[in-house]
């Protein structure tokens, strides 16, 4: 008989991914000087940034690559300093098999990337569940994703949660993975349609150094223009002209590779005025909260292997979800979604910790929570050059994903994992429509794209 302890059961996973690398010289970055009209200017160094620009770099054309905060990796970083040890403040696994070529980089660049424990364990009211549970809480996910599957299917665009027959008593845990784990948002803001087109996945890897890190080192061939803030992209002229808080940049074309939340709420102008089409799609794939409360746990109380996901079972929407001893310390997360994790964000900084204490207390004991140590919680969704962690569609918007494929202008195309059909909110999504972005401007200005 299957064992039936999670095998694996989510349609989405944390922003993960990867894409096709190829060798980039260090001689052939092309990268413009501080004057001077580049082929491609990049507005972003996240993930699709530096994808895009490798990518550019090795047709041999120039590009200003431009990044708004003191760092690369958009919505992917790694911190060593708050506990001491690497901490994925973002994206904390890459799923396969998208990732393998980046995991394949990685390792040559001798980043420790091994594969994740295989599905995770299940807690109920204080114990590890039985397996009557585990085979009732699979088959509800499944079940759950069934029915927002076959609704997106058959073309029905509406709010996820309007999809679900009942569940029965399982039914907020599962409407938990299936929503803000998989989606960062709850199920009545969730588009049946975008959640239809997300891609399986078989498995993850985990960068023992941080996936912050793995994409860094993919950044540092490259010349990045830091704490440069575009404020406006301007189609109208001979050139495309970039505003920014350093000046005034042009070039023949540009990528677009930051959140569409920054465009809507006017970080980021485009100028004309984006037609009613791309201005629809910035402003219904928006993006969702998705937060991870760390903490410290000494002398590893429950017997958790490292790297474990636990799930617990839910009473309601306040839910979460804990992966242990990160990279074999005593690090653990305590992942929280959706509205929890917006409100988490809108609260006082300690509210954070409180919600992990009581979390422990509840599902351990007292005595447990108890050694709890210290805590390090991310708020995405206040992050000025992000305002949210990743992308889903609204419901009844599904199909609008297609705008950020287009070309606008003949000049200007979208990056970044909202401009991905299937892989949206990951960072293999994010990687490949970097690269699939410089092929069209490559083909914009008359170059060749393999």
Excluded at 182 to 203: I, M, N, W, Y
Excluded at 339 to 346: D, F
Aim: aromatic share 6%; proline share 5%.
């Amino acid at each position: 008989m299957t064992d039936p302890r999670l095998s694996p059961l989510t349609r989405r996973a944390f922003l993960a991914g990867g894409a096709a690398l190829g060798a980039l010289p260090l001689g052939v970055t092309r990268a413009l000087g501080q004057q001077g009209e580049a082929d491609v200017i990049i507005i972003g160094a996240g993930a699709a940034g530096i994808s895009a620009a490798r990518r550019i770099a090795e047709a041999g054309r120039s590009y200003v690559l431009i990044e708004a905060t003191n760092r690369v990796g958009g919505r992917t970083v790694t911190d060593t300093a708050v506990f001491g040890v690497p901490l994925d403040l973002g994206a904390a696994r890459l799923n396969m098999p998208a990732a393998r070529p980046m995991a394949a980089y990685g390792r040559a660049e001798g980043l420790d990337i091994t594969r994740a424990p295989e599905g995770g364990r299940l807690y109920v009211n204080g114990r590890e569940a039985r397996d009557t549970d585990y085979e009732a809480f699979v088959a509800t996910v499944r079940r759950a994703e069934r029915a927002i599957g076959a609704a997106g299917d058959a073309g029905r665009d509406m709010p996820a949660a309007r999809a679900l027959p009942d569940l029965g008593p399982w039914g907020p845990t599962a409407r938990f993975v299936v929503g803000p784990i998989d989606c960062a948002k709850d199920l009545d803001q969730v588009s049946t349609v975008d959640f239809a087109r997300a891609e399986e996945r078989e498995g993850e890897e985990i960068c023992r150094q941080g996936i912050g890190t793995l994409v860094a080192q993919l950044a540092r061939p490259l010349t990045v223009r830091l704490e440069t803030v575009a404020r406006s992209v301007e189609l109208t002229g001979r050139l495309v002209t970039v505003q920014t808080n350093k000046g005034t940049l042009q070039g023949r074309s540009v990528i677009v590779a930051v959140p569409p939340s920054v465009i809507a709420n006017g970080r980021l102008r485009i100028l004309p005025n984006l037609q009613p089409r791309y201005r629809m799609a910035v402003e219904k794939i928006t993006l969702g909260a998705y937060d991870h409360i760390a903490f410290r746990l000494p002398r590893n109380p429950a017997g958790f292997a490292a790297d474990e996901t636990i799930y617990f079972k839910a009473d309601g929407p306040r839910a979460y979800m804990m992966r242990a001893r990160i990279g074999g310390t005593d690090l653990y997360t305590l992942d929280v979604a959706g509205e929890t994790a917006a409100g988490l964000a809108n609260a006082a900084p300690e509210a954070a910790a409180a919600f992990a204490k009581e979390a422990l207390t509840r599902e351990f004991g007292a005595d447990t929570a108890a050694r709890m140590g210290k805590v390090h919680a991310t708020r995405w969704s206040k992050e000025p050059y992000a305002l949210g962690a990743f992308s889903c569609a609204l419901p009844g918007y599904g199909n609008m994903r297609r705008a950020f494929i287009e070309t606008v202008g003949g000049r200007m195309v979208f990056a970044g994992e909202h401009a991905h059909e299937t892989l949206w909110g990951t960072v293999g999504g994010a990687w490949l429509s970097g690269e699939r972005a410089a092929r069209q401007v490559l083909g914009l200005i008359g170059v060749r794209s393999g």
